[in-house]
């Protein structure tokens, strides 16, 4: 190509390569948080022990996220958040890794399903 057909596709080129970067979120390069309210707290709390891929990589409502958060304070040595810090978490994660849009439909509730012949004892049915 010569340096003048460079020149002019140059602008749509840039364009190009803009726009789709442009149209999703802003993230932070570190984590790859999503940014907005809450995410520092979320990066401040969050990457301790494990990779922020392990968060970003998970969707859920917002029940979800607290049971996953229970089960890290009640097994993984999770510290406790007072209250007003764990609003901040779980309003960020659900507004952001909120249950997939699309994916597959949610589970039909025990009720409408068939007994289970290979059933021994009675689960008791986990959040989420
Ligand atoms: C004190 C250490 C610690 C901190 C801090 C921590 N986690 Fe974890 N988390 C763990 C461990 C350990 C695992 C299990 C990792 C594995 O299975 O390899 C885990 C697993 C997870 C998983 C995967 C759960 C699954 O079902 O597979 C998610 C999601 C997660 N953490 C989110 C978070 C979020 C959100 C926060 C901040 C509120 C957080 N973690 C803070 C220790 C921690």
Redesign the pocket.
């Known amino acids: 190509m010569s340096a003048r057909i460079v020149r002019r596709l140059l602008p749509a080129l840039v364009l190009a390569l803009l726009v789709p970067l442009n149209a999703a979120a802003e993230t932070d390069p570190d984590t790859g948080f999503v940014i907005g309210p809450g995410w520092e707290t979320?990066k401040n709390?969050?990457?301790?022990?494990?990779s922020a891929k392990?968060?970003t990589?998970?969707a859920?409502s917002r029940n979800r996220?607290q049971y996953?958060?229970r089960?890290?304070q009640e097994?993984?040595?999770?510290?406790q958040?007072p209250a007003e810090t764990?609003k901040v978490?779980l309003d960020y994660?659900a507004e952001h890794y909120g249950p997939k849009k699309g994916a597959r439909r949610p589970p039909l509730p025990p009720s409408m399903l068939p007994d289970n012949p290979y059933k021994k004892k009675e689960a008791g049915a986990d959040a989420g």
């Open positions: 979320v709390n969050c990457t301790a022990c494990h392990l968060v990589q998970n859920g996220w996953i958060i089960w890290m097994t993984q040595g999770l510290w958040f764990e978490i994660l």
